[in-house]
């Protein structure tokens, strides 16, 4: 809603203008008002921004003028009731059933999967896909600033975080939470999205016996997943010298899965990435699948299906990847 006589909505990739909206800017602050107040937060010229989850699970985030120049701004975003499956992601195109199958056997075998994508790819889904491969036994922590993953998990706790009160005290931030996660005893610690200081805590979870974990980042490419991640460590103020810092990714990180839209604006997964580790100060990377036009292959054919992977066989990897999804020691050919 970009104001009261101006409001769209996206559905199944498709984005529509409504031919009615709101009679006035009022009507439209009483209704963000309205939907504030379910959640336990609060919207006014004092605290004119709010991000929220709605009683149904919903993602709310609004802003008031005059933040908004043209009038109040509001975004709801609704997640489907029925999770999708992998099956279902390969009939859809999404990826083909090769990528499907390495994918599955890497959460299996508990190997540390970050999803990279920009706004509206579909993370967030793909992360709910790649849970379902999570053994029912493990205890599984989750870590949210506002609960959009659906896990079918029974030995599940979901952290949230929460905002500061009206007097600026109590608020509780992803950090913190992924820090109390390590005492909680987890087998995978899921982090929905990371995007500041939480990063060094969740590659350090990754690294100190907590193998398999998931999260989200946003990022247009592997690459820059790795320089963003890289950007988040040093903000946090954290005195670790940068090859330091490269040493932590390159052993936390295991696959990058980028996921993209395409000009439809369907989603797909558009490659699987090795972090094979640290080579001459570089975090050096491998592409096991990638989805391209190149060579003649027509737009939209699924993630390898084109057979341009750089294994032998969909489930026979190299190096690290090889290791841990076959027991061998790196650099063997299982």
């Not at 107040?37 to 919207?43: D, E, H, K, V």
């Not at 709801?76 to 390969?90: E, S």
């Not at 954290?238 to 839209?261: M, N, T, Y």
Request: aromatic residues 2%; proline residues 4%.
């Amino acid at each position: 809603m970009n104001g009261a006589n101006n409001v769209y909505v996206e559905s199944h990739g498709v984005v529509s203008r409504l031919p009615r909206a709101f009679d006035s800017d009022d009507q439209l602050i009483a209704v963000i008002n309205r939907m504030v107040r379910l959640t336990g937060r609060r919207i006014d010229q004092t605290s004119p921004m709010v991000d929220a989850r709605l009683p149904d699970g919903s993602r709310l985030n609004a802003v008031l003028p005059p933040l908004t120049v043209d009038g109040p701004s509001v975004t709801i975003r609704k997640f489907t009731a029925n999770n999708l499956t992998v099956a279902r992601l390969t009939e859809l195109g999404s990826l083909s059933p090769e990528a499907a199958d390495l994918l599955q056997l890497a959460v299996e075998q508990r190997l540390n999967i970050l999803v990279s994508g920009g706004t509206g790819t579909g993370k967030t889904t793909l992360l709910n896909v790649l849970s379902s491969f999570i053994d029912r036994d493990n205890r599984v922590i989750t870590v949210e600033d506002a609960v959009e993953l659906s896990l079918d998990l029974p030995n599940m706790i979901r952290l949230e975080t929460r905002p500061a009160n009206i007097e600026g005290v109590g608020q509780v931030t992803i950090r913190d939470l992924v820090r109390n996660a390590l005492r909680m005893r987890p087998d995978r610690i899921v982090v929905g999205e990371v995007r500041g200081a939480e990063a060094l805590d969740m590659l350090q979870a990754m690294n100190t016996g907590h193998e398999g974990s998931l999260s989200t980042l946003h990022a247009n490419s592997p690459r820059d997943a790795l320089s963003r991640l890289e950007t988040m460590v040093l903000l946090g103020g954290v005195d670790l010298p940068l090859r330091a810092i490269r040493e932590q990714i390159g052993s936390a990180i295991d696959l990058i899965v980028q996921v993209a839209r395409d000009v439809s604006g369907a989603r797909f997964v558009s490659s699987i990435t090795e972090v094979v580790g640290l080579e001459s100060d570089v975090i050096s990377t491998a592409d096991l699948f990638t989805r391209s036009p190149v060579g003649g292959v027509a737009l939209g054919t699924p993630l390898g299906a084109d057979g341009r992977v750089s294994i032998a066989t969909p489930l026979v990897a190299t190096g690290i990847v090889c290791a841990k999804l076959h027991g061998v020691r790196s650099g063997t050919v299982a």
